[in-house]
């Protein structure tokens, strides 16, 4: 189980960033709801439906995505994660980062759900036009994650994303320790 020392709560760090990011209801928890509502936003900001072949898989990627997170970090089987549990899993693929040098296998697997979702056109690549859909549903939601994934003038492979990724979590991983979360594992 996660334990924390929350010492100072007004501070924000890039995975409690994240999380509220994805906390779509803003109601303190990560559940199923919220990937649903993630991928009805996406529809709607396309036009789409479910019954259009690519707004069925979109939705169905940030579904499976939603799915695959929760499930890794859902250790009370809730069907749900709070700020502490999300924060705690985000510690612990750091860890394993700072330790093996890449993302373990579970958590690409989960970003290369994330990547499938980010795709709009399913063109293999994540291009400015897939992610600004993204600005537009979460513009209240800055997070310097979206910054390291955003896709640069050429977009954004799924191999482009885990890297990106594994950087991300090198580098925020020891920050957030030596600063207001104290982990205990």
């Known amino acids: ?23 779509i209801d803003s109601d303190g928890r ?4 919220d990937f649903d509502r993630t991928g009805h936003a996406v529809l709607e900001q396309r036009g789409w439906t479910l019954a259009d072949p690519r707004g069925a898989a979109v939705h169905a990627a940030w579904v499976a995505f939603g799915d695959a997170l929760l499930a890794s970090m859902d250790e009370m089987g809730e ?20 330790r093996d040098g890449a993302l373990p ?24 036009g897939d992610f600004e859909v993204y600005r537009d549903i979460l513009p209240d939601r800055e997070c310097d994650l979206l910054e390291a994934i955003a896709p640069r003038s050429y977009g954004t492979t799924e191999a482009d994303l885990k890297a990106r990724f594994a950087h991300w979590w090198t580098f925020q991983g020891p920050a957030i320790r030596s600063g207001s979360l104290v982990a205990a594992f």
């Open 1 to 23: 189980m996660w334990v924390f020392d929350l010492t100072r709560a007004a501070d924000t760090t890039p995975f409690d960033q994240w999380f509220a990011t994805l906390d």
């Open 30 to 33: 990560l559940t199923p709801v």
């Open 79 to 98: 069907g749900s994660v709070g700020l502490e549990a999300f924060v705690g899993y985000c510690l612990t693929v750091s860890n394993r980062v700072q």
């Open 105 to 128: 296998d579970w958590a690409a697997e989960q970003v290369g759900l994330l990547f499938e979702a980010l795709d709009l056109d399913g063109d293999g690549c994540i291009s400015t």
